[in-house]
């Protein structure tokens, strides 16, 4: 399971990190990601992370985000700056996992709420 924290209430321009905890019967990491739904929207890849270091990030964030990942620590986090009301979501980590059984699973995390004041 994936274990999300770190949202909360921020003001516009200031700053988050979020971090994810994955637990249970991992043999490897894939890929480790994060996504975000707003209300009324679908869910958005915010950023992701492949266990060779390959980053991507959606134009919204890029070049104010960071997503960084610990596959030691079966961890992934996730920096934005310079919010803006439109980074208010949902956020969600998300990581493809070789269970222990060799199965290459997606998991989600529970979701952890963002929000932007201005």
């Known amino acids: 399971q994936l274990q999300a924290s770190g949202g909360g209430l921020v003001q516009a321009g200031g700053s988050l990190r979020l971090s994810c905890l994955a637990s249970g019967s991992i043999f490897s990491i894939v890929d480790m990601g994060w996504y975000r739904q707003a209300p009324g929207k679908q869910r958005e890849l915010v950023a992701i992370?492949?266990?060779?270091?390959?980053?991507n990030y959606a134009d919204p964030v890029k070049g104010r985000s960071t997503i960084s990942g610990d596959t030691a620590k079966n961890t992934v986090y996730l920096q934005v700056n310079s919010l803006k009301p439109e980074d208010a979501a949902v956020y969600f980590c998300?990581?493809?996992?070789?269970?222990?059984?060799?199965?290459?699973?997606?998991?989600w995390g529970q979701g952890t709420q963002v929000t932007v004041s201005s």
């Open positions: 998300s990581m493809v996992v070789i269970t222990t059984a060799r199965l290459a699973t997606r998991y």
């Open positions: 992370i492949l266990t060779d270091g390959t980053t």
